[in-house]
């Protein structure tokens, strides 16, 4: 029993920093209606040049944090500017075609530069484990989940009481009626791929702290494909709560049957969601079609 | 110089080549791949092979992505479906012409169940499903020895015809392009019927398709079910043609670069198909030729290989998509015209 | 009248042979989304081979009726009928097959193909080759596509006089023959009941005479039953034996188009509640 619990509790944890990939998924979705695939890429991105910057330049962990996070916004400017504006005028399917090809750029890009090795960059949270009777939780876990939960907060708090987030809630619901208003629709978009971006690049050092730096990293992030599924595509509630489910049915997943099934999980669970519930537990039922 | 093609019937209209200066030219092209094997080096006859098998993979992918709009990230996978199909009944002894069309079907059935519950709602869980489905099938191939031969992979028995072995670069190439041949006249054939029209019709506005009487979910699943047999197809003679496979072959790049070759071709149209998968073909080959060129400045570059790939396929992806979505086709078709008309520039 | 395809399309389920227009009974529907009720006892009859418009302000529910005669929206209560035949819950796309032809207000045309390719797709729900017949462009599939080929000529293209674009993409024609090319593709579903939503919504005056026409050669030639919303009073007045006036979801008036533009109701509906008193003059000649 008290192995059961384990591994729940591992994986409600774990659950936790997918939270934030799904997070950073349904920003942009929310936020520019644009299906972002390269959402674990940019998550890995981010983590290889917190890496770059903390091990292959000697910044101490918190300056090259910070720096992985300015790179990352550029980029993410970078990216709204000459890839997604052109696009805005084409179908849906060629953006989402897009963003495929921004995922192979980035995997491809990380690999060729740093190779395939897993390397340990060093952690920004302190490592002491939490003993529970018979359960011990690693310090790292608890830690990503802390600074997952307090973002996501941060992040619910953002849009429902400042001033800039509920104007990247009109933009995302009404980009018309939000420009008459006069709010900066192209600021408000870009700013979500920024976020985004930032959010990702948490995430990514979050993980790659406790669990190492491979370009698998990136592979990490297909799991969260089930969970935005699960959670309903435009729901961060949703993305949050099937977060916490996926990371649950994962670690048992893992500990009854055994790692390899890592591999194969998420993706049954995917198809599971599909066949039973569509559009998630909270996802919008709209009448237009994709 | 031609200023126009002049019909009588509406039947002559409809003809695929519906002037005599097109019969001409594409009696000349076929005439010219038949013979290939004569005037052609080695090095030609193993690219044109592998041509040919990303053009039937293309055309797949073209139907379901580039005419239905829907994203598949499992056509890769698929191929393998294909690939291990005809492995295993070749090995039972069934013969190449019973082989492929069972790949397909069942490739095939294997995209309607994945489809299934995607198309029901919006495409893009589809492309999600493909990708779930792309990684369960990988594992599959990983995993089921029996059948796969796990991860060292499995050898394929080469096809026979009444005693005659298809081994080699030649003789696959006649099995090859026959079938290529045929797979691109069935697509034409397909946009100029009422289901290939469906198609299109689904991608731009499916409420307006359903009032014309369009049924949604049979169509879609249509499309992506032909493209997925299109791809199992291609699977089985990419296995006739190395003899030999591991898993290693079917990663997610795959399915990332018959995406490029839709996109770098021009969706929708069986020129595009065969201009991508031509490209394609060559971007790796350029890029080896590249590392090998450099390797003494940059030693180790070898091993960047397939990560430029995947770098290269993304950048022609959105390069194409943002200057030129129409693909190769379009500029194609701009050259032509142009030379109808010279020496009088439009 | 005309002649069947030869490819043999079985008549619609149901209904009695032939082509002429059928008529369409909306029975008290009421449509519900959520809190608001956008239908409420909406009850009329479109004659068979007559022109029936549907009009009131802006909000009335008139693009919910034809969404729910159309089969997008299904009503709380009440039934719709098509000639014998309940089409309440049948599916939008079995419609075709059983006479309803319909436009759209924003038009929906189909833009990566031709104008010819659009219209052909009006009679997608006649053919009935297979996808193997297809692939293969054997006998089924050649002779059923030449035969409706022949058909569209004959009956649609000439009839709308769109001759002269029939290759060109329809995103390259002007706004005035993206709909006639639109109503040419409902005409190619050999409709027993033709909707049209603003047909000439956007046009302008020579445009709409010309629209008008047609659409009335359609209804004296075809006797195909027409029912369109529009909000160009004076063609509906030319050209409708009968309308019938929305607001807020309700019916408010139907009649003759004389009786309904003076009745007191549509009067305020239209100019609010102090113009309700007087009578207004009669439309000039347009």
């Known amino acids: 029993m008290s192995e059961f619990l384990e591994y729940a509790l591992l994986g409600l944890l774990s659950g936790g920093v997918t939270a934030l990939v799904a997070l950073s998924f349904v920003l942009i979705y929310k936020g520019t209606g644009v299906v972002n695939f390269a959402v674990g890429e940019v998550m890995m991105l981010g983590a290889y040049l917190y890496y770059a910057g903390a091990v292959t330049f000697g910044l101490p962990p918190w300056a090259a944090f910070v720096i992985a996070l300015g790179v990352i916004g550029l980029l993410a400017v970078l990216v709204e500017r000459a890839v997604l504006r052109p696009l805005s005028g084409q179908p849906t399917v060629a953006v989402l075609m897009a963003t495929i090809g921004m995922a ?35 310090g790292t876990v608890l830690g990503n989940f802390a600074v997952a939960a307090l973002l996501i907060g941060g992040f619910l708090a953002f849009f429902r009481y400042s001033r800039t987030g509920i104007a990247l809630r009109a933009t995302a619901s009404d980009p018309v009626t939000a420009s008459t208003l006069g709010i900066n629709i192209n600021y408000a978009q870009r700013l979500t791929w920024v976020l985004s971006g930032l959010v990702g690049t948490v995430a990514g050092v979050l993980i ?45 997943g893992a500990g009854y049957l055994g790692g390899k099934s890592r591999d194969v999980v998420p993706y049954v669970v995917v198809l599971a969601i599909l066949v039973v519930r569509p559009y998630g537990m909270f996802g919008s039922r709209s009448i237009e079609r994709l | 110089m031609r200023t126009g093609v002049f019909h009588e019937t509406f039947a002559a209209e409809e003809r695929l080549w519906d002037s005599a200066t097109q019969r001409r030219w594409m009696a000349a092209f076929a005439l010219a791949l038949f013979t290939l094997p004569l005037w052609g080096s080695d ?53 190449f012409y019973l082989t492929l069309p069972a790949a397909g079907l069942l490739t095939a059935a294997l995209g309607v169940l994945v489809g299934l519950p995607s198309l029901r709602v919006k495409g893009i869980y589809l492309a999600v499903a493909t990708l779930a489905a792309h990684f369960i099938l990988t594992f599959v191939f990983r995993e089921w020895e029996p059948v796969t031969g796990g991860v060292p992979g499995t050898n394929i028995p080469r096809a026979q015809l009444l005693g005659f072995t298809f081994i080699g670069d030649r003789r696959n190439f006649y ?46 699943l249509l499309a992506f079910g032909l493209g997925a047999f299109y791809a199992g197809v291609a699977g089985g003679l990419l296995g006739y043609f190395y003899g030999a496979i591991t898993p290693e072959y079917f990663v997610l790049t795959l399915s990332v670069f018959y995406l490029a070759a839709i996109i770098v071709g021009g969706l929708g149209t069986v020129l595009g198909s065969i201009l991508g998968a031509l490209f394609m073909t060559f971007v790796p080959e350029v890029l080896r030729l590249v590392a090998h060129a450099s390797s003494q400045w940059f030693p180790g570059v ?45 | ?84 035949v309940d ?92 709909k006639r090319v639109e109503l040419a593709r409902a005409l190619a579903m050999r409709p027993r009941v033709l909707l049209l939503d603003e047909p000439v919504a956007g046009m302008n005056r020579e445009e709409t005479e010309d629209m008008a026409r047609f659409i009335l050669d359609v209804q004296e030639e075809w006797g195909v039953t027409v029912l369109l919303v529009e909000h160009d009073m004076g063609m509906v007045m030319d050209i409708s034996s009968h309308v019938v006036v929305l607001n807020f979801g309700q019916v408010i008036a139907s009649g003759a188009p004389a009786e309904v533009r003076r009745h007191p109701l549509v009067v305020e509906a239209y100019l609010g509640a102090d113009a309700g008193a007087e009578a207004p003059a009669e439309p000039a000649v347009s």
């Open chain 1, 104 to 138: 192979s750029i980035i995997h491809g890009g990380v690999e060729a530069v740093w190779g395939g090795d897993t390397y340990t960059p060093p952690t920004l949270l302190p490592r002491t484990p939490l003993l529970m009777g018979d359960i011990l939780i690693p």
């Open chain 2, 43 to 95: 090095y030609m006859l193993a690219m044109a092979c592998i041509v040919g098998i990303h053009t039937i993979a293309t055309l797949g992918l073209n139907i379901t992505t580039g005419n239905a709009g829907l994203i598949s990230l499992a056509h890769g996978a698929f191929l393998g479906v294909g690939c291990y199909t005809v492995a295993w009944l070749g090995k039972l002894g069934v013969p």
């Open chain 2, 175 to 220: 099995l090859i392009f026959v079938i290529a041949f045929a797979a691109a006249i069935a697509t034409r054939n397909l946009a100029r019927t009422h289901i290939g029209r469906a198609f299109v019709a689904v991608r731009e506005r499916d409420f307006s398709a359903e009032i014309l009487g369009v049924r949604l979910l049979t169509t879609k």
């Open chain 2, 302 to 346: 070898a091993g960047l290989l397939l990560p430029m790939g995947q770098v290269v396929f993304g950048a022609l992806i959105i390069g194409f998509l943002v200057f030129e979505p129409h693909g190769l086709a379009a500029i194609w078709a701009r050259v032509r015209r142009a030379f109808h008309l010279w020496p009088f520039k439009t």
């Open chain 3, 87 to 178: 089409i309440t819950d049948a599916p939008v796309h079995r419609r075709a097959g059983m006479g309803l032809a319909r436009t759209f207000q924003n038009i929906a045309l189909f833009r990566g193909l031709s104008v010819l390719e659009n219209i052909k797709l009006g009679g997608h729900h006649l053919m009935r080759a297979g996808v193997l017949s297809a692939l293969a462009y054997g006998r089924k599939a050649r002779d059923e596509e030449l035969a409706l080929r022949a058909e569209i000529e004959e009956r649609v293209i000439e009839f709308l006089e769109i001759d002269h674009i029939r290759h060109r993409s329809v995103d390259v024609l002007s706004y005035g023959l993206q």
């Open chain 1, 208 to 252: 790659a702290s406790s669990a190492g730096l491979s370009p698998l990293l990136a592979s990490a992030a297909l799991a969260v494909f089930a969970a935005i599924i699960l959670g309903g595509m435009d729901s961060v509630l949703g993305a949050i709560v099937a977060s916490l489910i996926v990371g649950l049915v994962e670690a048992l």
């Open chain 3, 1 to 84: 009248m005309l002649a069947p395809l030869p490819s043999p399309a079985a008549p619609a389920d149901g209904q009695p042979a032939g082509t002429a227009g059928l008529a369409l009974a909306v029975d008290g529907v009421d449509l519900r989304f959520g809190g608001i009720t956008a239908l409420r006892g909406v009850s009329f009859e479109a004659a068979p081979g007559q022109v029936t418009a549907v009009i009131g302000p802006n909000g009335a529910g008139k693009t919910s009726v034809f969404n729910t005669i159309s089969g997008f929206y299904r009503p709380a209560a009440g039934r719709i009928r098509l000639g014998e």
